[in-house]
């Protein structure tokens, strides 16, 4: 069955840096553009970053020149690099395909 098994948040002190990971199984990954979204308490999803399968990113404007998303095809997994990172950035992490049709159960990130 399909499966998006995000990994790698915690609590991690401002200007740190921290790297998600997210393994995904049971559907074709190379055929899907791949995003991060994230959800703080309180306030609307928010799309951070995404990659298409040639490996052109765009990101939020909140994290342009901190985030880094990347792709490993050959283990089909996504990641996101997060440097510099700000108390703003506290939220749960969730990947997914890019047009929400599977989505992971999120890792919580919590930058104090």
């Known amino acids: 069955h399909v499966q998006l098994v995000e990994s790698g948040g915690g609590l991690v002190q401002p200007g740190g840096s921290l790297r998600l990971s997210c393994a995904a199984s049971?559907?074709?990954?190379?055929?899907?553009?791949m995003t991060w979204v994230r959800q703080a308490p309180g306030k609307e999803r928010e799309g951070v970053a995404t990659?298409?399968?040639?490996?052109?990113?765009s990101y939020a404007d909140s994290v342009k020149g901190r985030f880094t998303i990347s792709l490993d095809n050959a283990n089909n997994t996504v990641y996101l690099q997060m440097n510099m990172v700000k108390s703003e950035d506290t939220a749960l992490y969730y990947c997914a395909t890019n047009g929400g049709k599977y989505w992971g159960q999120g890792t919580q990130v919590t930058v104090s």
């Open positions: 990659i298409d399968r040639d490996g052109t990113a």
């Open positions: 049971g559907f074709a990954f190379s055929s899907y553009y």
